[in-house]
Every structure is written in C-alpha cells, then in structure tokens.
T-cell receptor
C-alpha cells in the first residue's frame, strides 16, 4: 500500500463548480499535512497547510480526519486558473521524517 | 531573497555519462530532498538528507548518488547506472523546526538523454 494515495483524476468541471479531492495516508503517526499545487512543467508550490481541525483560505477549504486517516481539499466557485495538479503531502513533526507526496490529482476547469 | 536554486534548468546527457545537478539553498534549512518526476506522474523520492554529512536513500536511489558536505548544498549525480534518467528533477528543503515541515522547491532541472 502506498504511504499517500490520491485519485489521479482528471477531474474536468465547469467554471463556477465546486470540486473536492481526497487523500489517504497510511502512517497514523503522521503529524503534518499540506496541499501543494503544481502547474504544468513547474515546481510544486504550497497551497495550504492542514494542521488540526482544518483550514480555510478564500475559496479553498482543507479538512483533516485523523480517525479515517484522510485529508480533503474543497474548491468553491472554481476558476479557469485553478486548473493544475494538486498534490497531497504528509510528513512527521520534524525533519527526521521524510516528506511524502501523493501522486497528484489533475484538475481541469472548462469555460 | 531566500530560496532554493537549481541549476542548470535544462541538461542534456549522452548515454554512459555521469552528470551532476546542483541544488543550493539559503534558507538555513537542515533537511534537503531530491525527487524525480516523470510526465504525468507524481514525485518519487530519490535521496534525502536531514543533516550535514548524512543522507538516506529514498524509494528510487539506484543509479543516483548525493553528498551533503555543506548545509546549503545537496548535489545529485545521475550515474551511467541509471538506465532511464530522462525526467524532471526537483530539489526541496525544509526546516523541520517544530510545527510542520513545509517543503520549498527549486525550479527544477529537466534532464534529457540524447
């Protein structure tokens, strides 16, 4: 079983739609969770951190469910510029842990 | 400005050659990482280092080597033993100083075997 698993997509949704992605992780001792965004042929960039009960930033909401070992990302009122690959990242509490990336979920927003 | 610098941005290698990819950071981060990304795929961990003069193999270390002689630098050598080296290589660093270990990335190096 992979340490971090994501639905690869692609998700193809119309502009203005709400879309949600899930990511599951296998190590129950994981402490830190992030969503990164990667545009085509570019490096990943931090989108949101997800610590305890979740995080909201404008149209983006990230949730953590420790009991079921998954995190989610919700995008409301999607824009064309939201088209990208979204990577789930799981790590421990210090640099003694590896940073593990999911394989990413591709999102395409159509006009 | 603080950040991570990878060079070169594009690199072409002949079969049988070793090449070294540079990664330098001025963020004072302890941990550094190398990932490989193939088209349409996720990031796979090659090597990582948590402290100077120490590093560990990731999931796909075969055919690669690294060194960590300085905190700021973590070069990756792609050796001739790596049979399919054409890929996008990403270097990252993190502080690991408590609440989360957010990773910062360089802009990547595209390696092509010709």
């Amino acid at each position: 079983r992979k340490e971090v698993e994501q639905d690869p997509g692609p998700f193809n949704v119309p502009e203005g739609a709400t879309v949600a992605f899930n990511c599951t992780y296998s190590n129950s001792a994981s402490q830190s969770f992030f969503w990164y965004r990667q545009d085509c042929r570019k490096e990943p960039k931090l989108l949101m951190s997800v610590y305890s009960s979740g995080n909201e930033d404008g149209r983006f909401t990230a949730q953590l469910n420790r009991a079921s070992q998954y995190i989610s990302l919700l995008i409301r009122d999607s824009k064309l510029s939201d088209s990208a690959t979204y990577l789930c990242v799981v790590t421990g509490y210090s640099s003694a842990s590896k940073i593990i990336f999911g394989s990413g979920t591709r999102l395409s927003i159509r006009p | 400005d603080g950040g991570i610098t990878q060079s070169p941005k594009y690199l072409f290698r002949k079969e049988g050659q070793n090449v070294t990819l540079s990664c330098e950071q001025n963020l004072n981060h302890d941990a550094m990482y190398w990932y490989r990304q193939d088209p349409g795929q996720g990031l796979r961990l090659i090597y990582y280092s948590q402290i100077v003069n120490d590093f560990q193999k990731g999931d796909i270390a075969e055919g690669y080597s690294v060194s960590r002689e300085k905190k700021e630098s973590f070069p990756l050598t792609v050796t001739s033993a790596q049979k399919n080296p054409t890929a996008f290589y990403l270097c990252a660093s993190s502080s690991g100083t408590g609440k989360g270990t957010e990773a910062f990335f360089g802009q990547g190096t595209r390696l092509t075997v010709v």
